[in-house]
């Protein structure tokens, strides 16, 4: 696996081989410590495309802090929902605003479930519930950020006093608050020297567990800490709860010699051992932003103004204090540092519905975590998705089932080559001798067609395009869900059986 790793920075087919693998923490670990700076964001990179990663970035915003009106609170998560970002929930500071309101913590979640329909990613989740805080830790300026690097654990000594009295008052309602959440973070910084800095590992077990009993997705927190062994136990405690996505936290919990490498070598490891293809920060220096994007990073959580995770990201020592506004600053990063290709940096609300639409035609049986050839159908936002209102929401104009009965012969031509057409592929197996595939992306294509050559009977081959491929079948069938593209195929092959 050491020889492979280096291989897979510059080698396509040993990036594919090692996607395939069971893979070892410590071996992984171990070969990208010893890549360059130029190698490890290659190779992280190389994990990011189709279908070895998740290829998206985007941002998740907490909308919450403990001092916000709830009139506050529910305007900044119908902005999100606007811009089509997910919500970053911290569960202390929903408790917080609802006890200034005479309400439960679960009555301010239902609220903001009922005013928007983007995913909900609950977190400060524990035992008994909603963490709860004193007024001196929930009102924290951050200043571990903002004296920068390197702390193990807050500053001040006091980042874990909770109020367990007033969490066992709202424990009744701890599994209602996991079925209005489409994903659910934990925290593994315990396990990594953290102790002051997150609860005991047996909590983020008991959340996990809840998180799976109801098909959530779950996210695990870890911070880069001294860079190698700190890293390795957070990887393997995080794959030992299931966590889908892996949460890499650096800024002040980044102790390493050089902090920036040491970012980049802890997401690009990520990359290539994270289940459910997705990686993500909750806290980054601006540097480590920059060069965790550079490495293949998906998602920064950023926040509104009064949320920690305003200043946790995007930031700079000396700067970063409770109070900024993340969003904009953490969106302007993203496009300097990277070029969109299919979807826009970050993606928005019409990409997001798109990509619900996708999970809603595949179905709870054929997403994420499940297999077609050697690869999953989708990744952790599929899981993610199918659990969120608009997902529910959405009414498809036509069914996987409408477009097998729309094929009549023994050859058939699936326009576009992402997970859909693998679904389309499996299910049409049955009925035609031969697939062809087209994609505008030749890697797409590739992979596509490879993986499918051993996952079902038919034989499966590449199009040269749209209308040759179309041509060469006796049906075609277009399978984007973005509706711009799908009409342009249509302008292209006006008699393919049209999904959206």
Not at 212 to 235: A, C, H, N, P, Q
Not at 317 to 346: C, D, H, S, W
């Amino acid at each position: 696996m050491h020889d492979l790793i280096k291989e897979a920075v510059y080698d396509d087919a040993a990036a594919i081989e090692l996607s395939k693998m069971d893979k070892d923490v410590v071996s992984v670990v171990d070969a990208i410590s010893e890549l360059s700076l130029e190698e490890t964001m290659k190779l992280g990179m190389q994990f990011k495309r189709f279908p070895l990663g998740c290829d998206l970035t985007e941002v998740v915003v907490g909308t919450c802090a403990s001092d916000l009106q709830l009139k506050e609170l529910l305007g900044n998560c119908r902005l999100a929902n606007m811009i089509g970002a997910s919500i970053h929930i911290c569960a202390y500071a929903f408790s917080d605003i609802a006890e200034e309101n005479g309400m439960s913590g679960i009555d301010v979640m239902k609220q903001v479930y009922d005013t928007v329909d983007v995913p909900l990613d609950l977190d400060h989740f524990g035992e008994n519930g909603p963490m709860r805080f004193p007024k001196e830790i929930v009102k924290c300026g951050g200043e571990c950020y903002l004296k920068g690097p390197a702390f193990t654990e807050c500053p001040r000594g006091r980042i874990h006093s909770r109020l367990i009295d007033k969490e066992m008052l709202e424990k009744p309602d701890k599994e209602d608050w996991v079925k209005l959440a489409s994903s659910v973070a934990v925290n593994v910084t315990s396990e990594q020297s953290g102790e002051g800095h997150a609860a005991p590992l047996r909590e983020a077990k008991d959340v996990a567990d809840l998180a799976k009993k109801y098909g959530r997705g779950l996210e695990s927190i870890m911070f880069v800490g001294d860079g190698y062994d700190e890293v390795i136990t957070g990887f393997e405690k995080s794959l030992e709860l299931g966590a889908d996505i892996f949460v890499i936290e650096g800024g002040p919990f980044n102790r390493a010699e050089n902090p920036v490498e040491a970012y980049a070598k802890a997401i690009a490891a990520a990359r290539v051992l994270v289940p459910g293809k997705v990686v993500a920060t909750n806290g980054a220096y601006e540097y480590e932003c920059r060069a965790g994007l550079r490495t293949g990073l998906n998602i920064i959580i950023t926040g509104f103004p009064n949320n920690h995770h305003g200043y946790m990201c995007g930031y700079e020592p000396g700067t970063a204090r409770r109070g900024k506004f993340g969003l904009p600053r953490v969106i302007e990063i993203m496009n300097e540092e990277l070029k969109a290709t299919n979807t826009r940096i970050p993606v928005q609300r019409d990409e997001l519905v798109a990509l619900a639409t996708a999970v809603k035609l595949a179905g709870p049986d054929y997403i994420y975590p499940r297999k077609i050839g050697d690869y999953t159908v989708g990744d952790a936002h599929w899981a993610t998705l199918i659990h969120s209102k608009m997902h529910d929401g959405i009414t498809l104009k036509n069914t996987i089932e409408d477009a097998v009965s729309s094929v009549n012969g023994n050859s058939v031509a699936l326009l576009g080559g992402r997970f859909i057409s693998w679904v389309l592929a499996n299910e049409l197996d049955k009925y035609v001798d031969e697939i062809i595939i087209s994609d505008t992306d030749p890697w797409v294509q590739k992979m596509t067609v490879d993986n499918l050559q051993g996952a079902v009977n038919a034989t499966v081959i590449a199009g040269e395009n749209d209308k040759s491929s179309a041509n060469a079948a006796d049906d075609s069938i277009i399978t984007t869900t973005v509706p711009q593209i799908s009409k342009n195929i249509l302008n292209t092959v006006p008699n393919a059986f049209n999904l959206v």
